[in-house]
């Protein structure tokens, strides 16, 4: 099946620094791509949907000036966080749109982010 | 409103035992359903996609039913297995002029016991 690959997997940083998370589609070409935020024991969270070629879209309530997408080939989206704060610490997953006639959705293996 | 919503919240069974999870969905118009398995830190992985026409697609231990007429579906999970400890969520795609929209459950919690 289809394969999303998320680097890195875990990442611990100081506050103030900023951390890129990539994703990636292995084995097939993505014009859509999602970051999800999950916190422990909740559901995922969708935050904005990443476009090739254009502006990503972000839910309501997500700062898109602190959390910087960017979508610049068919396989590789990548999501900045900037100006990392403890409250950012979270869990962060990528997903990818990889069927044209079903919409299914295949998923990276998550990013934990730690920020001290 | 395109809502999913998923009971129970979380399960505990013994090991070897079967459970059923329940998806229930106000999603329109309907494209796909499909359930995923997330373990603890990592992310979800499909276990079974059903279309309209589709009542019942199995995976393994794993048999998805889809009842489109009540928008209702379960996830049924025999002879349970330590590893089938995770989060399973049902996730709803509605297809309309403006493309795909996927809508997510909050997950049911699975617990299996030795």
């Known amino acids: 099946g289809a394969v999303v690959s998320q680097h890195p997997s875990w990442v611990i940083c100081k506050s103030g620094t900023s951390v890129k998370i990539e994703c990636r589609s292995l084995d097939f070409q993505a014009t859509t791509m999602f970051w999800y935020r999950q916190f422990p024991k909740q559901s995922l969270m969708l935050m904005a949907t990443s476009n090739e070629g254009s502006k990503a879209t972000y839910e309501q309530g997500v700062e898109k000036d602190k959390f910087l997408i960017n979508h610049a080939s068919l396989t590789l989206s990548t999501l900045t966080v900037t100006s990392a704060h403890p409250e950012d610490s979270s869990f962060y997953i990528c997903s990818a749109r990889a069927g044209i006639d079903t919409g299914e959705l295949f998923f990276g293996e998550g990013s934990r982010l730690t920020v001290l | ?114």
């Open chain 2, 1 to 114: 409103k395109n809502q999913v919503e998923q009971s129970p919240q979380s399960l505990i069974i013994l090991e070897g035992k079967n459970c059923t999870l329940q998806c229930n969905y106000t999603v329109s118009p309907f494209s796909n359903l499909r359930w995923y398995k997330q373990d603890t830190g990592r992310g979800p992985v499909s276990l079974t996609i059903m279309t309209f026409s589709e009542n019942t697609k199995s995976n393994g231990r794993y048999t998805a039913t889809l009842d489109a007429d009540t928008k209702q579906s379960s996830l049924h999970i025999t002879a349970s297995q330590l590893s089938d400890s995770a989060s399973y969520i049902c996730v709803v795609t509605r297809l309309n002029t403006g493309g795909f929209k996927t809508i997510f459950g909050a997950g049911t919690r699975l617990f299996v016991k030795a």
